[in-house]
Protein backbone atom coordinates (compact mmCIF):
# COMPACT_ATOMS: atom_id res chain seq x y z
CA UNK A 1 0.00 0.00 0.00
CA UNK A 2 0.92 3.47 -1.05
CA UNK A 3 1.55 6.11 2.16
CA UNK A 4 -1.98 7.99 0.86
CA UNK A 5 -3.59 4.56 0.70
CA UNK A 6 -5.44 3.14 4.13
CA UNK A 7 -7.96 0.64 4.64
CA UNK A 8 -10.34 2.86 6.56
CA UNK A 9 -10.34 6.77 6.75
CA UNK A 10 -12.09 8.56 9.16
CA UNK A 11 -13.07 11.48 8.12
CA UNK A 12 -13.29 13.96 11.90
CA UNK A 13 -11.08 13.85 14.82
CA UNK A 14 -13.43 14.83 17.69
CA UNK A 15 -13.83 11.84 20.14
CA UNK A 16 -16.37 9.85 17.56
CA UNK A 17 -13.82 9.70 14.55
CA UNK A 18 -10.91 8.78 16.93
CA UNK A 19 -12.58 6.93 19.18
CA UNK A 20 -13.64 4.48 16.61
CA UNK A 21 -10.41 4.10 15.04
CA UNK A 22 -9.08 3.21 18.15
CA UNK A 23 -11.47 0.52 18.51
CA UNK A 24 -11.51 -0.43 14.97
CA UNK A 25 -7.24 -0.98 15.52
CA UNK A 26 -7.80 -3.07 18.29
CA UNK A 27 -10.00 -5.57 16.85
CA UNK A 28 -7.55 -5.72 13.43
CA UNK A 29 -4.08 -4.38 14.26
CA UNK A 30 -3.55 -5.09 10.42
CA UNK A 31 -5.74 -1.86 9.64
CA UNK A 32 -4.32 0.68 8.15
CA UNK A 33 -6.12 3.42 9.60
CA UNK A 34 -6.19 7.19 8.76
CA UNK A 35 -8.09 10.10 10.46
CA UNK A 36 -8.37 13.21 9.18
CA UNK A 37 -9.72 16.39 11.29
CA UNK A 38 -9.78 19.99 10.05
CA UNK A 39 -7.32 21.78 12.91
CA UNK A 40 -9.99 25.14 12.66
CA UNK A 41 -12.95 22.93 13.43
CA UNK A 42 -11.84 20.52 16.00
CA UNK A 43 -12.62 22.53 19.25
CA UNK A 44 -16.04 22.89 18.59
CA UNK A 45 -17.64 19.88 20.21
CA UNK A 46 -15.50 17.14 21.46
CA UNK A 47 -13.08 19.66 23.36
CA UNK A 48 -16.17 22.23 24.43
CA UNK A 49 -18.61 19.64 26.05
CA UNK A 50 -19.15 19.43 29.67
CA UNK A 51 -18.07 15.48 29.71
CA UNK A 52 -21.04 14.76 31.53
CA UNK A 53 -22.37 11.22 31.02
CA UNK A 54 -25.56 11.47 31.99
CA UNK A 55 -28.16 8.93 30.31
CA UNK A 56 -30.57 9.60 33.17
CA UNK A 57 -30.89 13.42 33.19
CA UNK A 58 -31.11 13.48 29.64
CA UNK A 59 -33.63 10.57 28.59
CA UNK A 60 -37.14 10.72 30.00
CA UNK A 61 -38.07 7.65 28.13
CA UNK A 62 -36.84 4.06 27.84
CA UNK A 63 -36.23 3.94 24.16
CA UNK A 64 -33.76 2.89 21.96
CA UNK A 65 -31.54 5.49 22.91
CA UNK A 66 -31.84 5.41 26.25
CA UNK A 67 -30.65 1.45 26.10
CA UNK A 68 -27.88 2.35 23.84
CA UNK A 69 -27.21 5.06 26.30
CA UNK A 70 -27.18 3.12 29.25
CA UNK A 71 -25.04 0.68 28.10
CA UNK A 72 -22.24 3.27 26.99
CA UNK A 73 -21.94 4.66 30.33
CA UNK A 74 -21.50 0.92 31.52
CA UNK A 75 -19.04 0.77 29.12
CA UNK A 76 -16.91 3.95 30.70
CA UNK A 77 -14.94 2.37 33.26
CA UNK A 78 -13.35 -0.31 31.10
CA UNK A 79 -13.22 2.03 28.29
CA UNK A 80 -10.53 4.44 30.79
CA UNK A 81 -8.61 1.85 31.82
CA UNK A 82 -8.28 0.71 28.27
CA UNK A 83 -6.65 3.96 27.31
CA UNK A 84 -4.66 4.45 30.74
CA UNK A 85 -3.41 1.13 29.90
CA UNK A 86 -1.79 2.43 26.31
CA UNK A 87 -0.83 6.25 27.43
CA UNK A 88 0.62 8.56 29.95
CA UNK A 89 -2.50 11.15 29.42
CA UNK A 90 -4.44 11.17 32.63
CA UNK A 91 -8.49 11.47 32.40
CA UNK A 92 -10.31 12.24 35.31
CA UNK A 93 -13.47 10.04 35.46
CA UNK A 94 -15.68 9.76 38.09
CA UNK A 95 -18.93 7.39 38.75
CA UNK A 96 -19.69 9.80 41.78
CA UNK A 97 -22.70 10.42 40.62
CA UNK A 98 -25.25 13.42 39.77
CA UNK A 99 -27.89 15.10 41.52
CA UNK A 100 -30.77 16.78 40.35
CA UNK A 101 -32.40 19.33 43.02
CA UNK A 102 -36.48 19.74 43.51
CA UNK A 103 -36.39 22.87 42.86
CA UNK A 104 -35.85 22.48 38.98
CA UNK A 105 -37.90 19.76 37.95
CA UNK A 106 -41.73 21.50 38.96
CA UNK A 107 -44.40 19.88 37.80
CA UNK A 108 -42.07 17.00 36.83
CA UNK A 109 -40.41 15.59 39.27
CA UNK A 110 -42.61 12.96 40.76
CA UNK A 111 -42.48 11.64 36.78
CA UNK A 112 -38.68 11.75 36.87
CA UNK A 113 -38.51 9.50 40.42
CA UNK A 114 -41.09 6.91 38.56
CA UNK A 115 -39.00 7.03 35.51
CA UNK A 116 -35.80 5.61 37.36
CA UNK A 117 -37.81 3.09 39.59
CA UNK A 118 -39.36 1.94 36.91
CA UNK A 119 -35.99 1.46 35.11
CA UNK A 120 -34.19 0.06 37.92
CA UNK A 121 -31.73 3.07 37.68
CA UNK A 122 -29.28 3.20 40.81
CA UNK A 123 -30.58 5.90 42.62
CA UNK A 124 -31.55 7.59 46.17
CA UNK A 125 -33.65 10.25 47.02
CA UNK A 126 -32.40 12.87 49.59
CA UNK A 127 -34.43 14.85 52.08
CA UNK A 128 -33.17 18.38 53.04
CA UNK A 129 -31.67 17.00 55.77
CA UNK A 130 -29.34 14.04 54.21
CA UNK A 131 -28.69 16.84 51.49
CA UNK A 132 -27.42 19.40 54.18
CA UNK A 133 -24.95 16.59 55.54
CA UNK A 134 -24.02 15.42 52.31
CA UNK A 135 -23.35 18.20 49.78
CA UNK A 136 -23.37 21.25 52.67
CA UNK A 137 -22.54 23.50 50.36
CA UNK A 138 -25.70 23.38 47.96
CA UNK A 139 -27.79 26.17 48.38
CA UNK A 140 -30.95 25.14 50.79
CA UNK A 141 -33.65 26.41 48.26
CA UNK A 142 -32.32 22.98 46.03
CA UNK A 143 -35.48 21.17 48.42
CA UNK A 144 -35.55 17.16 48.14
CA UNK A 145 -32.38 16.07 45.93
CA UNK A 146 -32.65 12.97 43.95
CA UNK A 147 -29.09 11.22 43.85
CA UNK A 148 -28.25 9.01 40.20
CA UNK A 149 -25.88 6.80 39.58
CA UNK A 150 -24.08 8.30 36.62
CA UNK A 151 -20.81 9.70 35.34
CA UNK A 152 -18.55 12.87 34.55
CA UNK A 153 -15.61 13.06 32.77
CA UNK A 154 -13.07 15.53 31.67
CA UNK A 155 -13.64 15.32 28.12
CA UNK A 156 -10.50 17.65 26.65
CA UNK A 157 -7.98 14.83 28.41
CA UNK A 158 -10.07 12.31 26.83
CA UNK A 159 -9.72 13.26 23.42
CA UNK A 160 -5.83 13.76 24.49
CA UNK A 161 -5.69 10.54 25.23
CA UNK A 162 -7.51 9.18 22.46
CA UNK A 163 -4.91 11.24 20.63
CA UNK A 164 -1.82 10.08 22.18
CA UNK A 165 -3.02 6.25 21.82
CA UNK A 166 -3.73 6.68 18.29
CA UNK A 167 -0.22 7.72 18.00
CA UNK A 168 0.84 4.33 20.32
CA UNK A 169 -1.25 2.05 18.05
CA UNK A 170 -0.17 3.40 14.51
CA UNK A 171 -3.12 4.80 13.32
CA UNK A 172 -2.28 8.12 11.11
CA UNK A 173 -4.01 11.19 12.53
CA UNK A 174 -3.95 14.25 9.49
CA UNK A 175 -4.82 17.50 10.15
CA UNK A 176 -6.24 17.97 6.71
CA UNK A 177 -9.77 19.57 5.35
CA UNK A 178 -11.68 17.52 3.39
CA UNK A 179 -12.98 19.22 0.43
CA UNK A 180 -14.29 16.67 -1.92
CA UNK A 181 -13.86 13.12 -3.45
CA UNK A 182 -13.12 11.17 -5.95
CA UNK A 183 -16.12 8.96 -6.82
CA UNK A 184 -16.51 5.68 -9.18
CA UNK A 185 -20.39 5.06 -9.63
CA UNK A 186 -21.61 4.50 -5.92
CA UNK A 187 -17.63 4.27 -4.52
CA UNK A 188 -15.79 6.29 -3.07
CA UNK A 189 -12.05 5.90 -3.95
CA UNK A 190 -10.47 9.31 -2.51
CA UNK A 191 -11.05 12.06 -0.10
CA UNK A 192 -9.89 15.19 -1.75
CA UNK A 193 -7.93 17.43 0.93
CA UNK A 194 -6.55 20.73 0.78
CA UNK A 195 -2.78 18.96 0.81
CA UNK A 196 -3.06 16.17 -2.05
CA UNK A 197 -5.59 12.80 -1.80
CA UNK A 198 -5.91 10.12 0.43
CA UNK A 199 -7.18 6.65 -0.77
CA UNK A 200 -9.60 4.04 0.90
CA UNK A 201 -11.55 1.33 0.76
CA UNK A 202 -13.54 2.17 3.08
CA UNK A 203 -14.61 5.61 4.29
CA UNK A 204 -16.48 7.17 7.55
CA UNK A 205 -17.75 10.43 7.87
CA UNK A 206 -17.63 11.59 11.42
CA UNK A 207 -17.56 14.85 11.19
CA UNK A 208 -19.40 16.18 13.53
CA UNK A 209 -21.88 19.59 12.97
CA UNK A 210 -19.60 19.50 9.49
CA UNK A 211 -20.94 16.59 8.75
CA UNK A 212 -24.43 18.26 5.94
CA UNK A 213 -21.12 19.93 4.12
CA UNK A 214 -19.90 16.92 3.41
CA UNK A 215 -22.56 15.21 2.48
CA UNK A 216 -23.49 17.67 -0.42
CA UNK A 217 -20.17 17.01 -1.50
CA UNK A 218 -21.17 13.43 -2.08
CA UNK A 219 -25.02 14.37 -2.89
CA UNK A 220 -26.33 13.14 -0.21
CA UNK A 221 -29.17 15.42 2.11
CA UNK A 222 -27.63 14.77 5.30
CA UNK A 223 -30.44 16.84 7.74
CA UNK A 224 -27.49 17.65 10.72
CA UNK A 225 -26.98 21.20 11.80
CA UNK A 226 -25.24 23.19 14.42
CA UNK A 227 -26.53 23.68 18.15
CA UNK A 228 -24.38 26.29 19.48
CA UNK A 229 -23.88 26.42 23.17
CA UNK A 230 -22.44 28.86 25.32
CA UNK A 231 -20.37 27.68 28.29
CA UNK A 232 -18.12 28.74 31.03
CA UNK A 233 -15.56 27.27 33.46
CA UNK A 234 -14.93 28.77 37.07
CA UNK A 235 -11.71 28.48 39.50
CA UNK A 236 -13.37 26.31 42.29
CA UNK A 237 -11.66 23.94 45.21
CA UNK A 238 -12.00 20.24 43.91
CA UNK A 239 -13.60 18.84 47.52
CA UNK A 240 -16.35 21.44 47.43
CA UNK A 241 -18.39 19.07 45.38
CA UNK A 242 -17.94 15.97 44.09
CA UNK A 243 -20.60 15.48 41.84
CA UNK A 244 -22.41 16.60 38.65
CA UNK A 245 -25.37 18.90 38.95
CA UNK A 246 -28.39 19.22 36.48
CA UNK A 247 -31.29 22.04 36.90
CA UNK A 248 -33.52 22.77 34.19
CA UNK A 249 -30.79 24.04 31.21
CA UNK A 250 -28.27 24.64 33.93
CA UNK A 251 -26.09 22.34 35.00
CA UNK A 252 -22.88 22.25 37.24
CA UNK A 253 -19.46 19.81 35.84
CA UNK A 254 -16.72 19.27 38.67
CA UNK A 255 -13.60 18.81 36.10
CA UNK A 256 -11.76 18.81 39.10
CA UNK A 257 -8.11 18.03 39.35
CA UNK A 258 -7.71 21.79 39.55
CA UNK A 259 -9.45 22.39 36.82
CA UNK A 260 -12.63 23.66 38.39
CA UNK A 261 -16.00 23.71 37.71
CA UNK A 262 -17.92 23.70 34.13
CA UNK A 263 -20.85 25.92 34.00
CA UNK A 264 -23.73 25.29 30.74
CA UNK A 265 -25.48 25.89 28.95
CA UNK A 266 -27.61 27.44 26.21
CA UNK A 267 -29.36 25.59 23.21
CA UNK A 268 -29.07 27.93 20.27
CA UNK A 269 -30.37 27.36 16.70
CA UNK A 270 -27.65 29.90 15.05
CA UNK A 271 -25.95 28.54 12.42
CA UNK A 272 -21.78 28.64 13.08
CA UNK A 273 -22.00 31.77 15.11
CA UNK A 274 -19.42 30.77 17.42
CA UNK A 275 -19.76 34.14 19.39
CA UNK A 276 -19.71 34.39 23.55
CA UNK A 277 -22.01 37.44 24.97
CA UNK A 278 -20.88 38.48 28.14
CA UNK A 279 -24.84 38.78 29.53
CA UNK A 280 -25.70 35.08 28.50
CA UNK A 281 -22.34 33.67 30.72
CA UNK A 282 -23.34 36.21 33.35
CA UNK A 283 -27.00 34.48 33.60
CA UNK A 284 -25.08 30.84 33.53
CA UNK A 285 -23.14 31.80 36.30
CA UNK A 286 -26.33 33.27 38.11
CA UNK A 287 -28.75 30.25 37.51
CA UNK A 288 -25.64 28.15 38.39
CA UNK A 289 -25.44 30.41 42.10
CA UNK A 290 -29.10 29.17 43.01
CA UNK A 291 -27.43 25.71 43.09
CA UNK A 292 -24.55 26.09 44.59
CA UNK A 293 -24.05 30.08 45.88
CA UNK A 294 -20.26 30.20 45.88
CA UNK A 295 -20.23 29.91 42.35
CA UNK A 296 -21.28 33.42 42.39
CA UNK A 297 -17.79 34.94 43.56
CA UNK A 298 -15.79 32.06 41.98
CA UNK A 299 -12.95 33.50 39.11
CA UNK A 300 -14.54 32.73 35.77
CA UNK A 301 -11.27 30.62 33.88
CA UNK A 302 -13.03 31.21 30.67
CA UNK A 303 -15.86 30.74 28.63
CA UNK A 304 -16.63 29.49 25.17
CA UNK A 305 -19.00 28.51 23.01
CA UNK A 306 -19.39 24.97 21.42
CA UNK A 307 -21.34 23.32 18.34
CA UNK A 308 -23.63 19.83 18.86
CA UNK A 309 -24.34 18.35 15.65
CA UNK A 310 -28.26 17.89 15.76
CA UNK A 311 -30.25 15.63 13.15
CA UNK A 312 -33.61 16.13 12.35
CA UNK A 313 -34.83 14.14 14.61
CA UNK A 314 -32.40 14.65 16.91
CA UNK A 315 -31.64 10.42 16.93
CA UNK A 316 -27.75 9.76 15.75
CA UNK A 317 -26.75 8.66 12.40
CA UNK A 318 -24.77 5.74 12.68
CA UNK A 319 -24.31 2.62 10.09
CA UNK A 320 -23.52 1.74 6.67
CA UNK A 321 -24.84 4.07 3.66
CA UNK A 322 -27.80 3.00 1.43
CA UNK A 323 -26.26 5.02 -1.70
CA UNK A 324 -22.28 4.46 -1.54
CA UNK A 325 -20.72 0.65 -1.17
CA UNK A 326 -18.18 1.59 1.10
CA UNK A 327 -19.55 4.98 2.96
CA UNK A 328 -20.39 4.48 6.80
CA UNK A 329 -21.59 7.48 8.91
CA UNK A 330 -21.43 7.95 12.46
CA UNK A 331 -22.55 11.48 13.20
CA UNK A 332 -25.37 13.60 15.16
CA UNK A 333 -24.27 12.51 18.53
CA UNK A 334 -26.10 15.80 19.82
CA UNK A 335 -26.12 16.38 23.03
CA UNK A 336 -24.97 13.04 24.33
CA UNK A 337 -21.68 12.33 21.96
CA UNK A 338 -19.56 11.58 24.96
CA UNK A 339 -21.45 9.38 26.60
CA UNK A 340 -22.21 7.45 23.51
CA UNK A 341 -18.86 7.36 22.68
CA UNK A 342 -17.67 3.83 23.76
CA UNK A 343 -20.36 2.27 22.84
CA UNK A 344 -20.86 3.94 18.92
CA UNK A 345 -17.29 2.60 18.44
CA UNK A 346 -18.25 -0.80 19.53
CA UNK A 347 -20.97 -0.37 17.30
CA UNK A 348 -19.52 1.22 14.22
CA UNK A 349 -16.84 -1.45 14.57
CA UNK A 350 -19.50 -4.17 14.21
CA UNK A 351 -21.06 -2.71 11.20
CA UNK A 352 -17.47 -1.64 9.64
CA UNK A 353 -15.99 -4.85 10.19
CA UNK A 354 -19.44 -7.12 9.39
CA UNK A 355 -19.15 -8.93 12.52
CA UNK A 356 -22.62 -7.65 12.80
CA UNK A 357 -25.44 -7.52 10.35
CA UNK A 358 -28.65 -5.65 11.82
CA UNK A 359 -28.43 -1.77 12.55
CA UNK A 360 -30.67 -0.19 15.05
CA UNK A 361 -33.36 1.09 12.86
CA UNK A 362 -33.60 4.28 14.54
CA UNK A 363 -30.22 5.46 14.14
CA UNK A 364 -29.90 4.24 10.24
CA UNK A 365 -28.63 6.59 7.75
CA UNK A 366 -31.66 4.62 5.62
CA UNK A 367 -33.84 6.74 7.47
CA UNK A 368 -32.97 10.19 5.23
CA UNK A 369 -32.30 7.69 2.20
CA UNK A 370 -28.11 8.09 2.87
C1 LIG B 1 -21.66 23.11 24.75
C2 LIG B 1 -21.69 21.63 24.62
C3 LIG B 1 -21.82 20.83 25.76
C4 LIG B 1 -21.85 19.44 25.62
N1 LIG B 1 -21.90 18.68 26.76
C5 LIG B 1 -21.92 17.32 26.65
C6 LIG B 1 -21.91 16.52 27.81
O1 LIG B 1 -21.87 17.02 28.93
N2 LIG B 1 -21.97 15.17 27.65
C7 LIG B 1 -22.01 14.57 26.43
O2 LIG B 1 -22.09 13.35 26.35
N3 LIG B 1 -21.97 15.33 25.30
C8 LIG B 1 -21.93 16.68 25.38
N4 LIG B 1 -21.90 17.45 24.26
C9 LIG B 1 -22.02 16.80 22.95
C10 LIG B 1 -20.69 16.25 22.44
O3 LIG B 1 -19.68 17.19 22.66
C11 LIG B 1 -20.80 15.94 20.95
O4 LIG B 1 -21.93 15.14 20.69
C12 LIG B 1 -19.56 15.18 20.47
O5 LIG B 1 -18.39 15.80 20.93
C13 LIG B 1 -19.53 15.11 18.97
O6 LIG B 1 -18.27 14.67 18.61
P1 LIG B 1 -17.80 14.59 17.10
O7 LIG B 1 -16.47 13.94 17.11
O8 LIG B 1 -18.88 14.01 16.27
O9 LIG B 1 -17.74 16.12 16.64
P2 LIG B 1 -16.59 17.24 16.76
O10 LIG B 1 -15.94 17.18 18.09
O11 LIG B 1 -17.21 18.52 16.36
O12 LIG B 1 -15.53 16.81 15.72
C14 LIG B 1 -15.78 16.96 14.34
C15 LIG B 1 -14.51 16.65 13.62
O13 LIG B 1 -14.75 16.75 12.21
C16 LIG B 1 -13.68 17.45 11.63
N5 LIG B 1 -14.09 18.04 10.35
C17 LIG B 1 -15.16 18.83 10.10
N6 LIG B 1 -15.19 19.18 8.81
C18 LIG B 1 -14.11 18.58 8.22
C19 LIG B 1 -13.58 18.55 6.90
N7 LIG B 1 -14.16 19.18 5.86
N8 LIG B 1 -12.44 17.84 6.69
C20 LIG B 1 -11.82 17.17 7.68
N9 LIG B 1 -12.30 17.17 8.96
C21 LIG B 1 -13.42 17.85 9.21
C22 LIG B 1 -13.33 18.50 12.67
O14 LIG B 1 -12.06 19.02 12.44
C23 LIG B 1 -13.39 17.66 13.92
O15 LIG B 1 -12.18 16.96 14.08
C24 LIG B 1 -21.81 18.85 24.35
C25 LIG B 1 -21.63 19.64 23.22
C26 LIG B 1 -21.56 21.02 23.35
C27 LIG B 1 -21.34 21.84 22.13
Not at 284 to 294: E, G, T, W
Request: proline share 4%; with cysteine.
Amino acid sequence: MENNEFDIVLIGAGVIGLSLAFRLKRVNKQLKIAVLGDPMNSLMASRAAAGMLAPFGECEHADRFFGFCRQSLEKYPGFIEELASMTDVPVFFSMQGSLMPSSFYGDCWEDRKRFLKQENISHEVWDPATVREKVPHLSANCGEVLWVGEGQVNNRQLHDALIAAANVLGITVLEKNVTGFLRDGSVIECAVTDSGIIKGKKFVLASGSWSQQLGKILDVSLPIKPIKGQMCRVQVEDGLLEYTVHGLLTYIAPWRGGHGFVIGSTMEDRGFDNSVEDEVIEGLIDRASAILPCLKEAPLIESWTGLRPAAEDLMPVMGKSVRYENLYYSTGHFRNGILQTPNQADYLTDIILETMQDEIAAFSPSRYQL
